[in-house]
């Protein structure tokens, strides 16, 4: 009988230091949307750009194969072309993203 004792407490010590280190990681907070105005007044300034490229380079980007783009590839055509903008961050750890 003491050997079974052993091993739960040992058990419920594990599991306790298994939630006690993995709860803190979780670190969330409630999100509010913006208001759509305001939302469509910074895309508007700030994320969205006008790109409208030559005919020339447009058919240049067409004639690109996805499967084999080359270096020279990326410097003489797509260098010429804005990159997206791409982020999408979620939660982190808790005293990195305390409010």
């Known amino acids: 009988m003491p050997e079974f004792r052993k091993i739960s407490a040992l058990a419920v010590l594990t599991c ?11 670190a969330t907070y409630d999100r509010e949307g913006m208001d759509p105005l305001a939302a469509a007044q910074i ?9 409208k490229p030559a005919s020339e380079l447009r058919r240049q980007i067409l004639r690109l194969n996805p499967d084999h783009v080359t270096g020279q590839d ?3 055509v797509l260098a010429q072309c ?18």
């Open 82 to 99: 804005p990159a997206p903008r791409i982020i999408n961050i979620h939660g982190g750890i808790y005293p990195c993203t305390a409010r």
């Open 16 to 26: 306790s230091l298994f939630l006690g280190l993995l709860g803190p990681g979780c």
């Open 74 to 76: 990326v410097q003489q």
């Open 43 to 51: 895309e508007a300034t700030k994320v969205r750009r006008e790109f």
